[in-house]
């Protein structure tokens, strides 16, 4: 595993290939509150990269070049509140999208375990921790080496999964279902962020 250190944007000429995995690490779970700290993103090739952010410079044009870049699918896990948070913070609506959780609950639908950790170990037969740095100080001005691996293993195994995931949807004539799923997403991300319930959708005959 290499894990790449770079500070408010990506350098110029990276490129990740048709896809890219991508994760976000905030101070806390209300975009407009806690700030984005850093984004990392792997083109599946057993390298991280992490942005990290000072808190004030959020230009970033090279890394927003390749969020919006409808060539290239962005996976994700637990898409939804990642959207929210690149969209309130780097001004971006990522498309398109492939979410694994999404797609877990769409051809897992054996159980009611659809996290990262779950999906790991049931897929790629590996035992994964998330460890203690979940909880840790993202907005520090220097991250550990602790940080820096758990930021990119969110990442690293994302690729791998979406390959196991497709093969299950396929299987089960899924596929369709869940791709119209994640082309909501950046609507649903967005309307979040202007506080529009799960519920909006609901109505009740009288």
Known sequence: M???????????????????????????????RDRLCVLQ?????????????????????NLKKLL??????????????DLAVIKHWLGVRCAPIFCTKIASRFCRTYTDKHGMKDLI?????IEFSKGVQQTSDWGTD?????QKAYAADDVLYLHRLREK????????????????AF?????????????????????HCK
Request: proline share 5%.
């Open 165 to 180: 995931l497709v093969d299950l949807l396929k299987r089960d004539n899924h596929l369709e279902y869940a791709e119209a």
């Open 2 to 32: 290499a894990i790449h250190l770079h500070a408010n944007d990506l350098p110029s000429g990276l490129s990740f290939g048709p896809s890219v995995a991508v994760d976000c690490e905030m101070l806390g779970l209300n975009p407009y």
């Open 142 to 146: 220097t991250l550990t080496e602790e």
């Open 121 to 125: 170990k049931d897929l790629l037969a």
């Open 68 to 81: 919006a870049d409808a060539s290239v699918e962005k996976i994700f896990h637990f898409a939804r509140t």
């Open 183 to 203: 082309r909501y997403l950046p609507l649903r991300a967005e309307m979040d962020l202007l506080g529009w319930p799960d519920s909006v959708l609901d109505y």
């Open 41 to 61: 993103l792997s083109a599946g090739d057993g390298t991280a990269h992490l942005v990290k952010f000072d808190g004030k410079d959020y230009s970033a044009p």
